[in-house]
T-cell receptor, first 113, second 113 residues
Framework: DQQVKQNSPSLSVQEGRISILNCDYT??????FLWYKKYPAEGPTFLIS?????DKNEDGRFTVFLNKSAKHLSLHIVPSQPGDSAVYFC????????????FGTGTRLTVIP | DVKVTQSSRYLVKRTGEKVFLECVQD?????MFWYRQDPGLGLRLIYF???????EKGDIPEGYSVSREKKERFSLILESASTNQTSMYLC????????????FGQGTRLTVV
């Protein structure tokens, strides 16, 4: 049962434009949401997170928006750069338990120069 | 900075071989995880461990076993490698139960021929 879903397996965007990656979740117990970025042949690296008590968190070119009523979050990258081309994983955390991070299936972003 | 190190970046093994994938973390984290990443399937949890000698099955444990004899080291064992175990294997660690973030190793690309 996939509790975190990324319905778009891929996205292509022109350099300089906005990239919007989407993520939906089903479990209302999740209290933190994270985005990880993964380049080929490397492990995922943490990008940005948001607490469930907030609706927006910004870090440079990256902003995450959370809509709790819709159980939806999105990652905005502005402006997009070719180096942003990677697979982006959305993850959600339950506050208890050792296995408390649940990942989406990933979206491959390609930024076209 | 947390460092999670996987022993090999690339491995090629023959069908039926016993394969060991090693992972070491240097930040005294309690939790360690093994995932595999396949296109379109995202990150799937194989096994995790929340303490030395403790292990729990993840979503896809069949054909795998694990060992955690020391806190810093978590090994994934393919008892008899098969071609459907060709994949990217990712080790991760997190501080303790309820941790917000997991830290990943660089991944091991395993090919079973």
């Amino acid at each position: 049962d996939q509790q975190v879903k990324q319905n778009s397996p891929s996205l292509s965007v022109q350099e300089g434009r906005i990239s919007i990656l989407n993520c939906d979740y089903t479990n209302s117990m999740f209290d933190y949401f994270l985005w990880y970025k993964k380049y080929p042949a490397e492990g995922p690296t943490f990008l940005i997170s948001i607490s469930s008590i907030k609706d927006k968190n910004e870090d440079g070119r990256f902003t995450v928006f959370l809509n709790k009523s819709a159980k939806h979050l999105s990652l905005h990258i502005v402006p997009s750069q070719p180096g942003d081309s990677a697979v982006y994983f959305c993850a959600a955390r339950k506050p208890t338990g050792a296995n408390n991070l649940f990942f989406g299936t990933g979206t491959r972003l390609t930024v076209i120069p | 900075d947390v460092k999670v190190t996987q022993s090999s970046r690339y491995l090629v093994k023959r069908t039926g071989e016993k394969v060991f994938l090693e992972c070491v973390q240097d930040m005294d984290h309690e939790n360690m995880f093994w995932y595999r990443q396949d296109p379109g399937l995202g990150l799937r949890l194989i096994y995790f461990s929340y303490d030395v000698k403790m292990k729990e099955k993840g979503d896809i444990p069949e054909g795998y076993s694990v060992s955690r004899e020391k806190k810093e080291r978590f090994s994934l064992i393919l008892e008899s490698a098969s071609t459907n175990q060709t994949s990217m294997y990712l080790c991760a660690s997190s501080l303790r139960q309820g941790a917000v973030q997991a830290f990943f190793g660089q991944g091991t690309r395993l090919t079973v021929v």
